[in-house]
């Protein structure tokens, strides 16, 4: 269902952005020629293009409320996490510099500050 919405969701805003740049700037439409009351006339060209501008706009509010419903819905999650798990051990307690800096089993020859401080 949902990815089902999402394709639709995808094809109106192709379309309401296909219509949006027929238009004029101005409002005059496509502007094509015609018979003046026709459909294909300035005039009728711009309302046709107003009103599908319109529609394609309120379905793609649509389908996007209810896009954010089914994401809601398939979570399956309705309350929200405000701790962090803690308890979680480090993945590596790496110590860059070694054992040397730590004072753990470090060979006295090995003391870079023994030389200084003699």
């Known amino acids: 269902m949902f990815l089902f919405l999402t394709v639709v ?8 952005v296909g219509v949006i740049l027929m238009q004029r700037s101005e409002g005059g439409g496509l502007g094509v020629g015609g018979s003046p009351s026709g459909m294909l006339s300035a005039r009728g060209a711009a309302d ?12 793609f509010v649509v389908l996007s409320i209810a896009l954010a419903a089914v994401a809601v819905e398939t979570t399956g999650s309705d309350a929200i996490e405000s701790t962090l798990d803690r308890t979680v051990a480090p993945a590596a307690p790496a110590d860059p510099l070694g054992p040397a800096t730590t004072g753990e089993g470090a060979p006295a020859g090995d003391d870079p500050l023994a030389d200084v401080a003699e």
């Open 48 to 59: 046709f293009l107003t009103r599908s501008t319109k529609w394609l706009a309120v379905a």
């Open 9 to 16: 969701q995808a094809i109106v805003a192709a379309a309401l």
